[in-house]
């Protein structure tokens, strides 16, 4: 596969920004961050963004995202403490949204067999442990089946103060058939409580995403929209081996999408390139179509249609023509800058590549894979290699990006968990929601991208990553006249 991108639809894709923002006056709170991450590759134009209107107002929110490769292992034993450890909870988060790679081993019967709705469950279990007994909150115990559906019900209670709702947490379908009375159980477990409520989560094979808000905040703001998409594109393209998972979800007038992702393992020539065709299949891929009951509630259908998105996972991009020898020096000198030149996914973030116009903060931490096994701080391989032990050069494999306007970086981090052979990693962000004065429904701006794309079952794969490339490209195009036809018609 060639590893050259192309540049040609990228290029034409950026005039087109360029056009379209040229007029508008510069976000003030994204000017307040400048470049957090030092770096002058980004310019400020971005595609999804709504105008600020005398009916709405901007409030904060602070959001932890984290990401973590845990090698197939169980959550028992210490993972508990380990999890607290990580993830620190505090008043100041108000979201959490943690995206976990190999929950299950990737073996044969875990790829192509039935999905186990246990692992899930024992992972949320856990995670709203750490979360909420640290606390001092009682931690209620969540729904023990994971939710099945791609949409998530959110239903309206009187008993709680103007424009709050609360998750169902589980399909229509299996909420129309159980009794009222366990409907109603289900609601106050969903409301009090607890600290953090789950708000949406979705397993893939071994990947898996978990989106936790504050009660409070749950029930101040209307969350909405809550949607959930998984994009298979390992073994053939299509095994569930690597991928993605991703929620969606509107809190006011605010689109947030959150993509948890495992792509293509490997150092190897061409390895690059698999990875890179894997993303543009999950852009293209992604989609949280619409349902009768969303015909006067319009939400994002792709990815790029969103406000504020976040892209994290084991990327597994890895440091291109650099000596093993070499990298392990520049790490032991921990000259993190100079290791940064040789970083495929930077490469990636500049013009031409798949993640041309994202952004991530400065990474001042060594390398998060692969150690030589959990419990140790001995990269894999080197000199002297333990017998049979295969050789890793150390790379930045688990990643966190984001793209909008908005969003300002407060922390990028790595734990130091010997849990796994991968080191989790964690950012917290402070963004800006819009928030409605008034009761008027959400109304979409002339800016904002309402994509128009093809039902998933007629989204196939691209044949080479040219097309793939293209391809986003071209439903970039579509997202933008959708948006202008129906500005028209409002």
Same mark, same amino acid.
């Given at each position: 596969m060639n590893d050259k991108n192309p540049k040609s639809s990228s290029g034409k894709f950026r005039k087109w920004l360029k056009r379209k923002h040229k007029k508008k006056q510069p976000d003030p709170y994204y000017l307040q961050d400048e470049l957090s991450d030092g770096d002058d590759f980004m310019e400020d134009i971005y595609v999804s963004s709504l105008e600020i209107d005398p009916c709405t107002s901007t409030n904060e929110l602070r959001i932890f995202v984290g990401t973590w490769n845990v090698a197939g292992r169980a959550p028992v034993g210490s993972l508990a403490v380990d999890l607290e450890e990580w993830l620190k909870p505090q008043d100041a988060v108000d979201i959490y949204v943690l995206g976990f790679?190999?929950?299950?081993?990737?073996?044969?019967?875990?790829? &192509?067999?039935?999905?186990?709705?246990?692992k899930a469950t024992n992972w949320n279990l856990l995670i709203g442990k750490a979360l909420n007994e640290?606390?001092?909150?009682? /931690?209620l115990t969540p729904m023990l089946n994971p939710i099945s559906s791609d949409s998530y019900h959110y239903v309206r209670n009187p008993g709680l103060e103007k424009g709050a709702s609360?998750?169902?947490?589980?399909?229509?379908?299996?909420?129309? !058939?159980?009794? =009222?009375?366990?409907?109603r159980h289900h609601q106050q477990a969903v409301i009090g409580g607890s600290k953090y409520?789950?708000?949406?989560?979705?397993k893939m094979v071994g990947v898996f995403i978990s989106v936790w808000m504050k009660e409070e905040l749950a029930t101040k703001y209307s969350v909405s929209n809550?949607?959930?998409?998984?994009?298979?594109?390992? =073994?053939?393209? +299509?095994? !569930?081996?690597?991928g993605s998972v991703s929620v969606s979800m509107s809190i006011e007038r605010t689109s947030f999408c959150f993509i948890a992702a495992h792509l293509a393992s490997g150092e190897k020539q !061409?390895? %690059?390139?698999?990875?890179?065709?894997?993303?543009?299949?999950?852009?293209?891929?992604?989609?949280?179509?619409?349902?009768? @009951? *969303? %015909?006067?509630?319009?939400?994002?259908?792709? =990815?790029?249609?969103?406000?504020? &998105?976040? /892209?994290?996972g084991d990327l597994n991009y890895r440091l291109y023509n650099l000596e093993d020898n070499l990298a392990r020096h520049l790490i032991q000198k921990k000259d993190w800058k100079a290791l940064q030149e040789f970083d495929q996914l930077r490469r990636e973030q500049e013009d031409g590549g798949v993640f041309q116009g994202w952004r991530e903060g400065n990474i001042e931490f060594a390398p998060t894979y692969k150690y030589s096994s959990s419990n140790c701080n001995r990269y894999s391989g080197g000199v002297p290699s333990r017998s049979g032990e295969k050789q890793r050069t150390p790379a930045w494999c688990d990643r966190i990006l984001w793209y909008g306007k908005g969003v300002k970086l407060?922390?990028?981090?790595?734990? %130091?968990?010997?849990?796994?052979?991968?080191?989790?990693?964690?950012?917290?962000?402070?963004?800006? &929601?819009?928030?409605?004065?008034?009761?008027?429904?959400?109304?979409?701006?002339? *800016?904002? &991208?309402v994509p128009n794309i093809m039902p998933p079952e007629q989204i196939g794969t691209s044949?080479? +990553?040219?097309?793939? @490339?293209?391809?986003?490209l071209s439903l970039i195009v579509k997202d933008t006249e959708a948006s202008s036809i129906h500005t028209q018609k409002l």
């Amino acid at each position: 596969m060639n590893d050259k991108n192309p540049k040609s639809s990228s290029g034409k894709f950026r005039k087109w920004l360029k056009r379209k923002h040229k007029k508008k006056q510069p976000d003030p709170y994204y000017l307040q961050d400048e470049l957090s991450d030092g770096d002058d590759f980004m310019e400020d134009i971005y595609v999804s963004s709504l105008e600020i209107d005398p009916c709405t107002s901007t409030n904060e929110l602070r959001i932890f995202v984290g990401t973590w490769n845990v090698a197939g292992r169980a959550p028992v034993g210490s993972l508990a403490v380990d999890l607290e450890e990580w993830l620190k909870p505090q008043d100041a988060v108000d979201i959490y949204v943690l995206g976990f790679q190999e929950i299950v081993p990737l073996k044969t019967r875990t790829v &192509i067999g039935a999905e186990d709705p246990r692992k899930a469950t024992n992972w949320n279990l856990l995670i709203g442990k750490a979360l909420n007994e640290s606390s001092g909150c009682p /931690w209620l115990t969540p729904m023990l089946n994971p939710i099945s559906s791609d949409s998530y019900h959110y239903v309206r209670n009187p008993g709680l103060e103007k424009g709050a709702s609360f998750s169902a947490i589980c399909d229509n379908a299996r909420m129309r !058939g159980k009794p =009222i009375t366990q409907h109603r159980h289900h609601q106050q477990a969903v409301i009090g409580g607890s600290k953090y409520k789950l708000m949406a989560s979705k397993k893939m094979v071994g990947v898996f995403i978990s989106v936790w808000m504050k009660e409070e905040l749950a029930t101040k703001y209307s969350v909405s929209n809550v949607k959930v998409s998984s994009v298979a594109c390992g =073994i053939m393209g +299509y095994l !569930g081996n690597k991928g993605s998972v991703s929620v969606s979800m509107s809190i006011e007038r605010t689109s947030f999408c959150f993509i948890a992702a495992h792509l293509a393992s490997g150092e190897k020539q !061409g390895d %690059e390139g698999r990875r890179n065709h894997q993303v543009s299949e999950i852009f293209k891929r992604t989609s949280f179509p619409r349902s009768a @009951k *969303d %015909e006067h509630n319009l939400h994002p259908l792709t =990815i790029l249609g969103h406000d504020r &998105i976040f /892209w994290f996972g084991d990327l597994n991009y890895r440091l291109y023509n650099l000596e093993d020898n070499l990298a392990r020096h520049l790490i032991q000198k921990k000259d993190w800058k100079a290791l940064q030149e040789f970083d495929q996914l930077r490469r990636e973030q500049e013009d031409g590549g798949v993640f041309q116009g994202w952004r991530e903060g400065n990474i001042e931490f060594a390398p998060t894979y692969k150690y030589s096994s959990s419990n140790c701080n001995r990269y894999s391989g080197g000199v002297p290699s333990r017998s049979g032990e295969k050789q890793r050069t150390p790379a930045w494999c688990d990643r966190i990006l984001w793209y909008g306007k908005g969003v300002k970086l407060l922390s990028y981090l790595r734990s %130091e968990i010997k849990f796994s052979d991968h080191r989790p990693v964690s950012a917290l962000f402070s963004t800006q &929601i819009e928030v409605n004065k008034s009761s008027n429904p959400r109304i979409f701006s002339k *800016d904002t &991208i309402v994509p128009n794309i093809m039902p998933p079952e007629q989204i196939g794969t691209s044949g080479n +990553y040219e097309e793939g @490339k293209a391809t986003l490209l071209s439903l970039i195009v579509k997202d933008t006249e959708a948006s202008s036809i129906h500005t028209q018609k409002l």
